[in-house]
C-alpha cells in the first residue's frame, strides 16, 4: 500500500477496466485517460522496467485532489483506500478507515437497500448513479450524488466498485431558496389574478361568480382532455380574468335588466381585445392574453373580435368558450333567469364541431353525464326581463 492508502501492485502493472485504468495501485479516471497515454503505454510495452516515481508522485496527486470524494470498496463491503478529499468532506482518518465497512464509515440513506452501489454492480449493472444523504460523524447530512463502477483485478474478476461521491448541499440550498422564492411570485401573481377578477365582478354584481365558476368547468374540462399540471394551471389563471376587458363597458350596460341596442352590443363586443390590450405587457408563463382575446372566437369562423377558425384558435381557448357558453346559459343574467343545465348541455351538443370545438363538447358533456362535475355556487333562476341579444 503507497502513502496514499492505495493498494499497490507488482511494478509496471496496468489493469483497464469499466469507468478507469489501474496503474501500478492507482486510480485513473477513463476521462483522463488520454493524458496518461504517454504513461500507460510504455508501461505495457516493457514490463520489466518500473516505474518512474515521479509518474508515481503524480497520479497518487492526482487521486487526492480530485474534485469529488473517491472510495475503493470490495465486494464484502470493506473500504481499502479512499482520497483526501473524501477524508476531508466527511473528517475522515484515512488509514483509519481501512478494512472498515464502507455503510459503517459513510453511512447513508441508501445502505444495506437494495439501492446501494455495491448491490446493484455485484447484481450485473455497469454504472449506478443517484442521488441520496450520507450523514456524518457529528450526525450532520450532505447531499451527495453517488456513481460507482466495477473494478476487476488483472484476472478479470470483480474486485469491487470506485465509488465517487460529490457533494451537492450547497446546490439543494439554493435551489431550496429559489423554490421559495418562486412560490412567494406565484402566490403574488395569484393575488394579482384575483384582486382583478374581484374589480369585474364588483362592476357587474349580477355575474358575480361567474369568472370562477367558467374556470373550474375550464379546468375540469382540461383534465378530462388530459392537459399537463402546468397547461392546466395556465387555463386557471386565463379563466379567473377572462372578462377583465369588461372594465371599459359602463356597468349601466351590464347591470341592464332590459333590451341593449347595437351601440351597447358592440361595446360589449369589444371586451376580449380590450382584456388582451390589458394583459399583453405581462409575462405570464403562459398565453393567458391570448387565451382571453380568443374565448368568443368559434370554429367556423362566426366569432370575435379577430373572426378565428378551427386549429388557429388556441385549444385553451375552445376549453374557455365551451365552459363560458355553459355556465352563460346554465346560470342567471340580468337580461333573463337561468335557462338551466339541459338547455346549456344541448347548445354545445348541438353546435359541436360547428361553433365549439368537438373533443372539448365530448369532455364537457362526459363530465355531466358521468356527474363527475357540478357548480359548487349554483343559484336558480331569478326574475328579470327578456333580451333580444344574448350576451356571453
Known sequence: MDQAGLPTKPAGS????????????????DDDKENFNSILMPQKKMKKQKPNKQTTSLLTEIFNTAADG?????????IFAINTTLARMFNLDKEDT?????????????????RCCLVRILNGEKRVEFETEKIH????????????????????????????????????????????????????LEGTIDAMSLVIEMRDPYTAGHQKRVTDLAVAIAREL????????????????????????????????????????A?????????????KA????????????????????????????????????????????????????????????????????EQKNVLYDAQVVDACLKLYSENRFKFDDWKGAQPSHQTDKKIM
Open 282 to 349: 405581462i409575462e405570464f408563463p403562459w398565453p393567458v392574453a391570448q387565451i382571453v382575446r380568443q374565448h368568443h372566437e368559434r370554429m367556423d369562423g362566426s366569432g370575435y373580435p379577430q373572426g378565428l377558425r378551427g386549429e388557429d384558435i388556441l385549444l385553451e381557448a375552445r376549453i374557455l368558450a365551451v365552459a363560458d357558453v355553459v355556465e352563460s346559459i346554465a346560470t342567471y343574467r340580468p337580461y333573463r333567469p337561468a335557462l338551466g343545465l339541459k338547455k346549456a348541455l344541448k347548445e354545445i351538443s
Open 137 to 188: 460523524n457529528d450526525s450532520s447530512r450532505s447531499s451527495c450524488i453517488v456513481s460507482a463502477t466495477p473494478f476487476f483485478g488483472p484476472d478479470g474478476e470483480l474486485v469491487g466498485i470506485v465509488e465517487d461521491l460529490k457533494d451537492i448541499s450547497r446546490l439543494k440550498e439554493v435551489e431550496t431558496k429559489l423554490q421559495r422564492s418562486f412560490k412567494k411570485l406565484r402566490n403574488a
Open 14 to 29: 496496468a489493469t483497464e477496466s469499466a469507468g478507469f485504468t489501474k496503474l501500478n495501485g492507482q486510480i485513473i479516471p
Open 267 to 279: 361595446l360589449i363586443m369589444d371586451h376580449p381585445q380590450v382584456g388582451y390590450d390589458i394583459l
Open 226 to 265: 388530459d392537459f399537463s399540471a402546468d397547461k392546466i394551471e395556465g387555463i386557471r389563471m386565463a379563466g379567473l380574468i377572462h372578462d377583465i376587458g369588461k372594465i371599459s363597458v359602463p356597468a349601466e350596460i351590464l347591470a341592464k335588466p332590459g333590451s341593449i341596442n347595437e351601440k351597447e352590443f
Open 98 to 114: 481501512i478494512g472498515k465497512k464502507c455503510y459503517e464509515v459513510l453511512p447513508g440513506s441508501s445502505c444495506k437497500t437494495d
Open 70 to 78: 473517491m472510495c475503493l470498496i470490495d465486494k464484502d463491503f470493506n
